[in-house]
């Protein structure tokens, strides 16, 4: 069990670029999410993956956001157009297809838009 | 529909006093409950969580937490605090109705630990 691992930990972007995270998951843990979380406050759900049916996306994820979970396992989470209220650190988590199971979070990708 | 409250954004203690974080959580469903610990510039670890078994639930690092249905809490505690203590903490719900049900998190606790 190598843990939930996030790349990159930081980037600092230009108003109006594109950025792509990526998150590797728990090997045997069905289940993603990604979460958004801003300073001072607790993370905010973006969007959930079951395997690699994306099965609920907030309405926090607007159109310029996009997340993908191609073959069920490693997940990417785009945002297009970066605006300066996406500055944020974006955590992705994973679980077993178990109820009373809890989320395994990684380190988290903090995003700067300058 | 669910939701957490923790009340007070910032607690201070002194190094061995006893740590109380609070959490009430509303549901609509009978809950799942969690507490997380977040380290600066890090990730979300699990401290403890709540399945519906025994309403005490015992944690890492000396915490627990009791499932008081009739007042609808979930308060952290921890008997005597340590310096490593300090972090902020998240308390979590999520539905137990069977399925798929997403995780809302409070705005978190500063603890803030005084030698």
């Known amino acids: 069990d190598t843990g939930v691992s996030q790349n990159p930990r930081h980037k600092i972007t230009k108003r109006g670029q594109n950025v792509t995270f990526r998150c590797d998951p728990i090997s045997e843990h069905n289940r993603l999410y990604w979460y958004r979380?801003?300073?001072g406050q607790g993370p905010e759900f973006l969007t959930y993956f079951q395997n690699e049916a994306q099965l609920?996306?907030?309405?926090l994820l607007s159109?310029?956001?996009?997340?993908?979970?191609?073959?069920g396992s490693f997940s990417t989470l785009e945002i297009q157009r970066t605006e300066q209220g996406d500055s944020a650190m974006y955590l992705c988590a994973s679980s077993r297809d178990q109820e009373n199971t809890e989320a395994f979070f990684g380190q988290g990708t903090r995003l700067t838009v300058v | 529909a669910q939701s957490v409250t923790q009340l007070g954004s910032h607690v201070s203690v002194s190094e061995g006093a006893l740590v109380l974080l609070r959490c009430?959580?509303?549901?609509?469903?009978?809950?799942?409950?969690?507490w997380y610990v977040q380290y600066p510039n890090q990730g979300l670890q699990l401290l403890l969580k709540y399945t519906s078994a025994a309403t005490l639930v015992k944690g890492i690092n000396g915490f627990e937490a009791e499932f008081k249905k009739s007042e609808t809490s979930f308060h952290l505690t921890k008997p005597s605090a340590h310096m490593s203590d300090a972090a902020e903490y998240f308390c979590a719900v999520r539905g137990n109705s069977g399925g798929y049900q997403k995780v809302t998190f409070g705005t978190g606790t500063k603890l803030q630990v005084i030698p």
């Not at chain 2, 009430?24 to 969690?34: G, I, T």
């Open chain 1, 37 to 39: 979380q801003t300073l």
């Open chain 1, 56 to 59: 609920e996306k907030s309405r």
């Open chain 1, 63 to 71: 159109d310029r956001f996009s997340a993908e979970r191609p073959k």
């Open chain 2, 24 to 34: 009430n959580y509303s549901s609509s469903v009978p809950p799942y409950l969690f």
